[in-house]
């Protein structure tokens, strides 16, 4: 089983940055995806980033350019560096650890995103 948790979610002004970190707790051997989703009211939620083990990236055209997504393999945390917000970005942001095994399909308990025009 895996825990995750999401903190660095706030309130920011258009055209400042945020960095949300996810820490993983459990055994995360059989986990060969990492990634970032966003659900905003009234829409389905997205997928925002994604890292492979291999360090492959994956963007969703909206934030290409301007978020980027780490990891830091030694202390166990996603990482996501929010640059040049727009409103459109305010959503509640989840972590998403995903695995070769049937039940490797993990998230956090998300983190609010809120960027004020």
């Known amino acids: 089983q895996v825990q995750l948790v999401e903190s660095g979610g706030g309130l920011v002004q258009a055209g400042g940055s945020l960095r949300l970190s996810c820490a993983a707790s459990g055994s995360i051997f059989s986990i060969n995806v990492m990634g970032w989703y966003r659900q905003a009211p009234g829409k389905q939620r997205e997928m925002v980033a994604r890292?492979?083990?291999?360090?492959?990236?994956d963007y969703a055209d909206s934030v290409k350019g301007r978020f980027a997504i780490s990891r830091d393999n030694a202390k166990r945390t996603l990482y996501l560096q929010m640059n040049n917000l727009k409103s459109e970005d305010t959503a509640v942001y989840y972590c998403n650890f995903f695995g070769w095994r049937s039940t490797d399909n993990y998230w956090g308990q998300g983190t609010q995103v809120t960027v004020s025009s």
């Open positions: 890292i492979t083990s291999g360090d492959d990236t």
